[in-house]
C-alpha cells in the first residue's frame, strides 16, 4: 500500500473542521510532504502534511505526547501519529488512532 492510498485511508476516516462533514477529498498537490484537501460539503480547505519524520522534528515531544494521548473512545493511553491537519486559520491538530481500539481522533498540534 503506498503513501497515496493511505492518504485516501486517512482522508475517508477524518472528518471536516468546520462542519464535522466526513466527505474529505484531495484538492491538488502542494509543497513536498503536504496535500491540499477540500470538504465537499462546505468547501473548506486545508493541508494534510503525511510526513511523519518532519512532524517528529517539528515537535520534539511528540513521541511522548502520543504515549500519554487519552483516547475519547475507550479511555486507554497510547496512540499512533496518522498525519497533521494545518487549517487556514494556522490551527493545526494531529489525527491519532487508538493503539487499543483503532479510534480516530485529534489534538491539536503546536502551531509554527
Ligand atoms: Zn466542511
Ligand atoms: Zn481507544
Do not use: W
Not at 10 to 25: A, T
Not at 29 to 38: D, F, L, N, Y
Request: glycine residues 8%; hydrophobic residues 35%.
Amino acid at each position: 500500500m503506498g503513501p497515496r492510498d493511505d492518504l485516501a485511508r486517512i482522508l475517508q476516516q477524518i472528518s471536516c473542521p468546520v462542519c464535522s462533514g466526513e466527505n474529505i477529498e484531495l484538492a491538488a498537490a502542494r509543497a513536498a510532504g503536504a496535500r491540499g484537501v477540500v470538504c465537499r460539503t462546505c468547501e473548506f480547505r486545508f493541508e494534510v502534511i503525511e510526513d511523519l519524520d518532519g512532524l517528529r522534528r517539528d515537535s520534539p515531544a511528540i513521541n511522548r505526547e502520543l504515549a500519554e494521548s487519552f483516547c475519547p473512545s475507550c479511555q486507554a493511553t497510547g496512540g499512533e501519529l496518522l498525519c497533521r491537519c494545518d487549517l487556514p486559520s494556522r490551527e493545526r491538530y494531529h489525527v491519532v488512532r487508538c493503539l487499543q481500539c483503532g479510534f480516530l481522533y485529534k489534538r491539536e498540534a503546536p502551531r509554527a
